[in-house]
């Protein structure tokens, strides 16, 4: 008896002839939404599209956590860099979203833990009340207590084999039919074979490690090309740097940085597709492909220039550490669908013959005052930013959301926080002083 394999290796190859891993349109179907079932199945179609928001959803909420995280923020920028690739080959928009299969089932997976936890919260709140009140020798403080270790065993147990159940919404609600199952998996060969192929295929579409290296290859090409526009963008610096030289050195790099502006974001694409880092340099193919797609390649850029602009926003007045993770889904948002944007351009330009010459110079002509702005605009980013100089170093459209120079700066508390702070260094003074006043007094009656 034959099985159908769990992954499809499909040798689809890309302009370098490296290969690349897709996931079978079965497994798409048994574990994402699957394709659309046609307006002919109205009920079908709206728990389609309600998967697919609700998956979508999921995959902003995991990026923004991992991008609100030092060092995990590169593996957000991997995730980022992915679905550029998938769109560079196919050049269709839909294959740019690899986690759909799974980010449904992780965020019911996270949804349920979190409800699951309520009654323990809870249970835990009367035995914490009952030590306070009648003492943790009281024969109703036990009670309490031996309850709350009975219910973390079984929410425990409850929500561990759920999740090896697969983690749909069925699975949280069927307690018996998932320890019936779970024994199976964990007492037959069958099932523990099943249990590993199960993690083996998680695994290979997160791919975790991959993903980090990714992005860790984008990051350092994008420093390559960006060191030293936005080292001359910060020669200028009143009122110590205002002679015309620094000046002069600031104007090269308004002009450096159009160049990185225009020809990064597609350097970035093809370093992810060929898989090679020294890609990140070869600026004849992305001339080529420019040449040959040049309104696709404007188009592109001037949405990814109007969707990274509000991320330097971020920078004007740094954020409390508790505030992170309310920037960096709007990161996600604005930077994903610019990406897929910019890879789409790219595909558009495999085609072997050029465009017209008036259309790709007509194009970049139009794309010069464009930039020309864009890059004034980081010129300019010194002098509204807390970052001072760091701030033009610090470019969330191709390094990541997270600025690496504010993880040295002093974290700013929020206001709840200091609030809390100042109540209770007013709460220590007061008591301070009491006891100094009582001191104060019982000094004359013990003499």
Same mark, same amino acid.
């Given at each position: 008896?034959?099985?159908? *394999?769990?992954?499809?290796?499909?040798?689809?190859?890309?302009?370098?002839?490296?290969?690349?891993?897709?996931?079978?349109?079965?497994?798409?179907?048994?574990?994402?939404?699957? *394709?659309?079932?046609?307006?002919?199945? *109205?009920?079908?179609?709206?728990?389609?599209?309600?998967?697919?928001? %609700?998956?979508?959803?999921?995959?902003? &909420?995991?990026?923004?956590?991992?991008?609100?995280?030092?060092?995990?923020?590169?593996?957000?920028?991997?995730?980022? =860099?992915?679905?550029?690739?998938?769109?560079?080959?196919?050049?269709? &928009?839909?294959?740019?979203?690899?986690?759909?299969?799974?980010?449904?089932?992780?965020?019911?997976?996270?949804?349920?833990?979190?409800?699951?936890?309520?009654?323990?919260?809870?249970?835990?709140?009367?035995?914490? /009340?009952?030590?306070?009140?009648?003492?943790? /020798?009281?024969?109703?403080?036990?009670?309490?207590?031996?309850?709350?270790?009975?219910?973390?065993?079984?929410?425990?147990?409850?929500?561990?084999?759920?999740?090896?159940?697969?983690?749909?919404?069925?699975?949280? &609600?069927?307690?018996?039919?998932?320890?019936?199952?779970?024994? +199976?998996?964990?007492?037959?060969?069958?099932?523990?074979?099943?249990?590993?192929?199960?993690?083996?295929?998680?695994?290979?579409?997160?791919?975790?490690?991959?993903?980090?290296?990714?992005?860790?290859?984008?990051?350092?090409?994008?420093?390559?090309?960006?060191?030293?526009?936005?080292?001359?963008?910060?020669?200028?610096?009143?009122?110590?740097?205002?002679?015309?030289?620094?000046?002069?050195?600031?104007?090269?790099?308004?002009?450096?940085?159009?160049?990185?502006?225009?020809? @990064?974001? %597609?350097?970035?694409?093809?370093?992810?597709?060929?898989?090679?880092?020294?890609?990140? @340099?070869?600026?004849?193919?992305?001339?080529?492909? =420019?040449?040959?797609?040049?309104?696709?390649?404007?188009?592109?850029?001037?949405? %990814?220039?109007?969707?990274?602009?509000?991320?330097?926003?971020?920078?004007?007045?740094?954020?409390?550490?508790?505030? @992170?993770?309310?920037?960096?889904?709007?990161?996600?948002?604005?930077?994903?669908?610019?990406?897929?944007?910019?890879?789409? #351009?790219?595909?558009?330009?495999?085609?072997?013959? *050029?465009?017209?010459?008036?259309?790709?110079?007509? #194009?970049?002509?139009?794309?010069?005052?464009?930039?020309?702005?864009?890059?004034?605009?980081?010129?300019?980013?010194?002098? =509204?930013?807390?970052?001072?100089?760091?701030?033009? %170093?610090?470019?969330?459209?191709?390094?990541?959301?997270?600025?690496?120079?504010?993880?040295?700066?002093?974290?700013?508390?929020?206001?709840?926080?200091?609030?809390?702070?100042?109540?209770?260094?007013?709460?220590?003074? +007061?008591?301070?002083?009491?006891?100094?006043?009582?001191?104060?007094?019982?000094?004359?009656?013990?003499?």
């Amino acid at each position: 008896m034959t099985h159908e *394999p769990i992954i499809d290796i499909a040798p689809m190859r890309t302009d370098s002839g490296t290969e690349w891993v897709d996931v079978s349109e079965d497994l798409r179907g048994r574990l994402g939404p699957g *394709p659309f079932p046609g307006f002919w199945h *109205p009920f079908r179609s709206l728990w389609w599209c309600l998967h697919i928001g %609700f998956g979508v959803l999921c995959i902003v &909420l995991t990026l923004a956590v991992l991008a609100a995280i030092p060092a995990l923020n590169i593996l957000a920028l991997g995730y980022l =860099i992915e679905p550029q690739r998938r769109v560079a080959v196919s050049g269709r &928009l839909r294959d740019g979203f690899p986690l759909m299969i799974l980010a449904p089932r992780l965020g019911i997976m996270l949804l349920c833990v979190l409800l699951f936890q309520l009654p323990l919260r809870f249970q835990a709140t009367r035995v914490s /009340d009952a030590m306070v009140l009648l003492g943790p /020798d009281h024969a109703r403080t036990q009670a309490f207590a031996t309850a709350l270790t009975v219910m973390q065993w079984l929410i425990g147990s409850h929500l561990v084999l759920a999740i090896l159940n697969g983690s749909t919404l069925s699975c949280y &609600l069927r307690p018996i039919r998932n320890l019936r199952r779970g024994l +199976k998996l964990l007492l037959t060969s069958a099932g523990r074979s099943e249990l590993s192929a199960g993690i083996d295929l998680v695994i290979s579409i997160l791919q975790p490690l991959r993903h980090f290296w990714a992005g860790l290859r984008a990051y350092f090409g994008a420093v390559i090309w960006l060191i030293i526009p936005a080292s001359l963008l910060v020669a200028y610096s009143p009122p110590d740097r205002v002679k015309p030289v620094f000046g002069l050195l600031a104007a090269i790099g308004v002009v450096l940085m159009i160049l990185v502006v225009a020809w @990064l974001p %597609f350097l970035q694409v093809q370093q992810i597709v060929t898989g090679r880092f020294k890609a990140i @340099l070869a600026v004849r193919e992305i001339r080529r492909r =420019i040449r040959t797609a040049p309104f696709a390649w404007m188009l592109s850029t001037i949405l %990814f220039c109007v969707m990274t602009l509000p991320l330097y926003l971020g920078k004007v007045r740094l954020p409390p550490a508790d505030a @992170l993770l309310i920037l960096t889904p709007v990161f996600v948002v604005l930077i994903y669908p610019a990406r897929l944007a910019v890879a789409w #351009a790219w595909h558009r330009g495999s085609r072997p013959t *050029p465009a017209r010459r008036i259309y790709h110079v007509g #194009a970049r002509l139009l794309m010069i005052p464009i930039l020309a702005v864009y890059a004034v605009f980081l010129l300019l980013t010194p002098t =509204i930013s807390e970052l001072g100089r760091a701030a033009p %170093f610090e470019n969330p459209a191709f390094l990541g959301p997270l600025p690496t120079a504010q993880w040295g700066q002093p974290r700013r508390q929020s206001t709840a926080s200091r609030e809390s702070q100042q109540n209770s260094k007013n709460a220590n003074g +007061k008591n301070s002083g009491e006891q100094q006043q009582g001191a104060d007094q019982s000094g004359p009656d013990s003499k």
